[in-house]
C-alpha cells in the first residue's frame, strides 16, 4: 500500500532551505525538524486530497477533491503552492515547478507554519505522529473492508462524515474527552440532586437584596423539579452534550466495526479541528514571517517584482469573503505596531484626543516579544477579540453584511465597530457552522436521540439538515430529532428510518401540529 | 506508480455516473446540458452527490469583508441557495461539475430508454482504407529493415553455401538477404449516416418551440452519433420558402409569413440527390413543426413523403410541438401515413416533458 514519492532536494533548494532555517531561526522561530520533498501537482493535488498524508483510508471524496484540485489547475484557476502537516518532524511539500522566488518564498512561509504548529497551545493535544496514526486507520478500515465489503463499509463512511463535524473543539483542553461519565442508566448513583449555588457574591448586609431568599428557594425549587423529571424520564446525558460523536459511540447501536470506524472518523476530525480554530493566526503568522524574511534577506534585485505579485495575490481580498492570510498579517503587524509604541493599557484606552493617539510613541519597543506571545496562547476567536480595535477596521475598511431576504442578495450592513466584531466572532464561533448538542438519547423513553440546535439567528437549511438526520439515523438505530428554528417558529424534525416529520414546537408545547413531509 | 488516490477517483467517478444514470430522465428534459457541451464531452452539474452537514442556510446569515461602500450597498447575490455554505467567510459547498464522455452519455440514454442498436442499411460500398503492417517485402527503406528475418536468411545462405565457420560467427547479410516490413491496406465497410433536421421558422414558432426542439435535436445527435462512425448533418429552415442553414442559423433564425412545408420537402430531396448516393448513406429526417401549414400544401407533401422521402429514408420523424397558437393539423394529416411506412414516427412535443417520450418514440424504432 504505501507509495513513496521521496526524491532528493536538488542542490540551490537545499541550499535555500539551509539559509531560511537559518535566518527563521535567528528570529527566534522555534520548530520541529522539517522536511521538504518536491512533487510534481498531480502528487501534491493527492496530498492535499488526502489532507497532506500519502495514506489514508479508501473513500471517494478524497477522488473529488483530487479531480476538483487537478481541474482548477489544468484550466488555470487555482494552484496551491506547499503543503504543510503538523508532524514531528514536520512533512512540507513544495511544487516543482515553482520558480525559485517562489520556491524562497514557500518555504519561509512554511517555517512561519512550522513554529505555530510547535508552539501554539491550541495545537498541543495534536497528535504529532498523526502520519503513523493516519496509516494505522487505514490498515484498520481496508480490513473492515475484507471482511464486510466495500459499500457497507464506504455507506457507513458516508453516514459518519455526515457529522463528523458534531464534536467539541475545547473537549482535548479540558481532560481526555469522553471522561465524564455520561450513563446514568443505574440511576443510584445520580439520585442525589446537586445543588447549585445561584447565589451572587455580595456583602452581608446587601445579601437579601441581592439575592432575595423568596428568589433563590424558587430558583432552587424549579431546578430540583427539572432534574426529578428528568429521572423519572429515564433520560440522559444530565448536561447537554457537544461531543455528539463521543456519544453515539458509546450509546449507537453500532457493531464492533462501525464503532471503530466511527471512532477512526472521530480521531480524524479532532486532528484537523485546531487547524479551522486558527486559520486566520496560522495563515497570518507564516504570511508575517515570510513577507520579513523575504524583504529583508531573501530577495535578489531580480526577483523583487515576481515576490511581489506573489504577496500580493495571496492577500487580495474580495468584498464578501474575508482573507484570512491578509486579515492575520494585518493584525500581527498592527499588535507589533503598538506594543512597540506603548499604544495599550488604561491610558491609552482612555485617550479620546485624536491628535495625542495619532503622536503615541512611548517606545516601549515590546512588539515582538508580544507577537510570539499572542501566537502562543490565541486562537481565531480570543486573537479578535483580544486585539481588533476600531482603528484596525477602519484602516481595513471592514465591514459586515447580511443577507436580504426581500432583496435576495446581500448588503453591506454596518461599518460600526461594535457590529463588525460581533459579526466577525459569530461567524468564528464553531468555524461558522452550527452549534448542536445531544440533549436526550432516551428520549420519550424510547431510546431516541434527541438533538438540540443552539439558534443565534440564522436558520439551518431545511433539506440538507433532513438528509443528515437520515444519515445520523443509520449510526444511532433509531429515530433521530433535531430543535431547530425554521422558517421562524421553533421546530422539530425528526426521521424514523421512514419517513422525515416537521413538527412545530408552540411555547407552551400544547399545540402542536404535526405534518408529514414525503421523503 | 500506481497511486492510492487512482482508486479514489475511480470510485468517485462510478458514483457520479450512477448518479447521471439516476437522473437522466430529468436531464433529458432540461436544456441545462446543452450549453455544456464540449467536442467529446459534456460537463453534468451533479447535486445530492456531497455528504451532507448541518449547516446554515442564507436566511439571517451574513458576514465581514472590506472595501469601499455605503451601509445598505449590494453586494450580489451570493451563490445559490444550495451553493451556500457557512456565513461569508468560508468557501461555499458548491455543486460539482462532472464530465461525461458523449459515448458514455449515449450509453446511458440507450439504457435508460431501451433503446435498440441500429442496424444499419446494407451500404457496403462506402469503404474506409486503413494500413497496417503486417507483411513483408523486398524493397523497402532502411528504417522499416526487419532486422531478425535477414538475419536469418543471410544465416541460412551462408550455411547452404558453407561459409558459414561456427567458431567464427560472423554473419553478413548481402542485399539479396535483406527484407522490409511493408504493409497491407485493409477494407473496411463503413455504415454512414446524415441527419436532416427541417424547422418550421414561420412566425408562431417561439423561442421556447424551438428550445424544444433544440433539446430533442441534442439527444438525437448523440444517440446517432454514437450509432455511426461518420455522421453528417445538414439544416433545413422554411416559411414559405426552405434555405439551408448551418447549425448556429438553424435555432435562431427568425422569419415570419406562411408555412409551407413541401418548400422544405423539395429541398431536403434536392440535398440528398446531390450529395447522398441512397444506396451508401443511412438517411435521417427529422421535422419540427407547429404544425399549421398552408391548407393546399397538405396534399403535395404527402406526395413528396410517399413518392421520395419515405421509401428512402431509415426513419422519418415528425416531431410536433405545441405553440402559443395550439397545435396545428398537420399531424392529423400525416397519421394515414403511418400505417403503410413503417419508417414514420409521429410525435407531440407539448411541453418538456414530453421530450423524454419523443426521443423515445424517434429512436425506439431501432431503425
Known amino acids: 500500500m504505501s507509495i513513496s514519492t521521496y526524491r532528493a532536494l536538488p542542490q540551490e533548494i537545499r541550499q535555500i532551505q539551509a539559509k531560511m532555517e537559518e535566518i527563521a531561526a535567528g528570529y527566534g522561530l522555534d520548530f520541529f525538524e ?401 452549534i448542536i448538542r445531544v440533549q436526550d438519547g432516551n428520549y420519550q423513553n424510547r431510546g431516541d436521540l434527541y438533538l438540540v440546535h443552539q439558534y443565534e439567528g440564522v436558520e439551518l437549511k431545511l433539506d440538507e439538515a433532513q438528509d443528515t438526520l437520515r444519515n445520523l439515523h443509520k449510526l444511532w438505530g433509531r429515530s433521530v430529532y433535531l430543535e431547530s428554528v425554521f422558517d421562524d417558529q421553533k421546530t422539530l424534525i425528526s426521521f424514523d428510518g421512514h419517513s422525515h416529520l416537521r413538527e412545530v414546537l408552540s411555547v407552551n408545547d400544547d399545540s402542536s401540529r404535526t405534518f408529514i413531509i414525503t421523503n | 506508480m500506481t497511486q492510492n488516490i487512482d482508486r479514489d477517483l475511480r470510485r468517485f467517478r462510478d458514483i457520479v455516473k450512477g448518479n447521471v444514470r439516476e437522473n437522466l430522465k430529468k436531464y433529458i428534459t432540461q436544456d441545462e446540458m446543452l450549453g455544456r457541451r464540449g467536442r467529446e464531452t459534456v460537463s453534468i452539474p451533479v447535486s445530492n452527490i456531497d455528504i451532507p452537514h448541518f449547516r446554515h442556510g442564507k436566511k439571517g446569515s451574513g458576514g465581514t469583508g472590506s472595501g469601499e461602500g455605503q451601509p445598505g450597498q449590494s453586494l450580489g447575490p451570493g451563490e445559490p441557495e444550495n451553493g451556500q455554505g457557512e456565513a461569508g467567510n468560508q468557501p461555499g459547498r458548491h455543486i460539482r461539475e462532472v464530465e461525461v464522455s458523449l459515448d458514455e452519455l449515449a450509453q446511458m440514454l440507450g439504457e435508460q430508454l431501451e433503446l435498440p442498436r441500429i442496424v444499419p442499411k446494407g451500404s457496403d460500398a462506402l469503404e474506409s482504407q486503413k494500413d497496417r503492417y503486417n507483411s513483408i517485402s523486398q524493397v523497402g527503406p532502411d528504417s522499416l529493415r526487419h532486422f531478425k528475418r535477414t538475419y536469418k536468411r543471410a544465416l541460412k545462405r551462408q550455411i547452404a553455401t558453407g561459409k558459414y565457420d561456427p567458431s567464427q560467427p560472423i554473419v553478413v547479410p548481402t542485399k539479396d538477404d535483406t527484407v522490409y516490413k511493408s504493409w497491407t491496406t485493409i477494407r473496411q465497410p463503413q455504415a454512414n449516416a446524415v441527419i436532416f433536421y427541417i424547422m418550421d421558422v414561420s412566425g408562431s414558432m417561439g423561442d421556447e418551440q424551438k428550445q424544444l426542439v433544440r433539446t430533442t435535436a441534442f439527444w438525437i445527435d448523440t444517440w446517432l452519433s454514437s450509432q455511426y462512425k461518420g455522421l453528417q448533418k445538414r439544416y433545413v429552415v422554411h416559411d414559405a420558402v426552405a434555405h439551408e442553414v448551418d447549425e448556429d442559423t438553424f435555432y435562431r433564425v427568425r422569419e415570419s409569413g406562411g408555412t409551407r412545408i413541401s418548400s422544405a420537402y423539395e429541398r431536403v430531396h434536392q440535398i440528398l440527390q446531390n450529395h447522398y448516393p441512397v444506396q451508401d448513406w443511412n438517411v435521417y429526417l427529422f421535422q419540427f413543426s407547429d404544425g399549421d401549414n398552408w391548407g393546399d400544401d397538405n396534399e403535395l407533401c404527402l406526395n413528396w413523403l410517399k413518392t421520395s422521402l419515405l421509401p428512402i429514408a431509415n426513419l422519418f420523424c415528425y416531431g410536433q410541438v405545441e405553440s402559443q397558437f395550439g397545435s396545428g393539423e398537420y399531424v392529423r394529416e400525416l397519421s394515414p401515413l403511418e400505417e403503410e411506412h413503417e419508417n414514420l414516427v409521429l410525435s407531440l412535443i407539448d411541453n418538456r416533458s414530453a421530450i423524454y417520450e419523443c426521443i423515445r418514440d424517434f429512436l425506439g424504432t431501432g431503425r
Open chain 1, 34 to 434: 522539517t522536511i521538504f520533498e518536491m512533487l510534481d501537482y498531480e502528487e501534491l493535488s493527492m496530498f492535499a486530497a488526502y489532507g497532506g498524508f500519502p495514506v489514508r483510508y479508501p473513500h471517494w471524496r478524497f477522488g473529488a477533491e483530487f479531480d476538483e484540485l487537478m481541474k482548477g489547475y489544468t484550466y488555470g484557476l487555482q494552484k496551491i503552492y506547499e503543503m504543510v502537516i503538523n508532524t514531528d518532524p514536520c512533512y512540507a511539500y513544495l511544487l516543482n515547478c515553482n520558480s525559485l522566488t517562489d520556491q524562497k518564498l514557500v518555504i519561509a512561509h512554511v517555517y512561519g507554519h512550522c513554529d505555530f504548529f510547535k508552539n501554539n497551545a491550541w495545537f498541543s493535544k495534536t497528535n504529532r505522529r498523526m502520519l503513523d496514526q493516519m496509516a494505522n486507520h487505514a490498515a484498520r478500515i481496508n480490513r473492515y473492508i475484507d471482511r464486510f465489503g466495500h459499500e457497507a463499509v464506504e455507506e457507513f463512511i458516508d453516514a459518519c462524515l455526515s457529522v463528523d463535524d458534531l464534536i467539541d473543539p475545547y473537549a482535548p483542553h479540558m481532560g481526555k474527552p469522553g471522561d465524564k461519565k455520561t450513563s446514568t442508566l443505574d440511576g443510584k448513583s445520580q439520585a442525589e440532586p446537586v445543588e447549585i449555588d445561584r447565589r451572587f457574591a455580595t456583602k452581608d448586609y446587601l445579601d437579601s437584596y441581592v439575592n432575595p431568599p423568596a428568589l433563590i428557594e424558587q430558583q432552587q425549587q424549579r431546578e430540583r423539579e427539572a432534574l426529578q423529571r428528568k429521572l423519572a424520564s429515564h433520560s440522559f446525558p444530565d448536561q447537554p452534550q457537544r461531543d455528539v460523536l463521543q456519544f453515539v459511540i458509546e450509546h449507537g447501536q453500532l457493531r464492533d466495526w462501525q464503532r471503530d470506524v466511527l471512532s477512526i472518523i472521530r480521531d480524524e476530525a479532532y486532528y484537523f479541528a485546531p487547524q479551522g480554530q486558527t486559520k486566520i493566526m496560522n495563515e497570518g503568522w507564516a504570511s508575517y514571517w515570510h513577507s520579513t524574511i523575504m524583504t529583508r534577506h531573501g530577495l535578489t534585485d531580480a526577483e523583487l517584482i515576481d515576490y511581489a505579485e506573489h504577496h500580493s495575490g495571496t492577500m487580495a481580498t474580495s468584498p464578501t469573503r474575508l482573507n484570512p492570510y491578509k486579515l492575520g498579517i494585518e493584525l500581527f503587524r498592527d499588535i507589533e505596531e503598538r506594543w512597540n509604541k506603548g499604544r495599550f493599557g488604561s491610558e491609552w484606552e482612555s485617550c479620546e484626543d485624536f491628535e495625542t493617539r495619532q503622536n503615541w510613541d512611548t517606545g516601549a519597543g515590546r512588539g515582538r516579544e508580544k507577537i510570539f506571545e499572542v501566537r502562543r496562547v490565541h486562537n481565531d476567536i480570543t486573537f479578535i477579540d483580544t486585539f481588533l480595535t476600531e482603528d484596525f477596521c477602519r484602516q481595513q475598511k471592514l465591514f459586515s453584511f447580511a443577507y436580504n431576504q426581500e432583496q435576495k442578495s446581500y448588503e453591506i450592513v454596518s461599518r460600526e465597530f461594535a457590529a463588525i466584531k460581533s459579526q466577525l466572532l459569530r461567524s468564528l464561533t464553531n468555524f461558522g457552522r452550527p
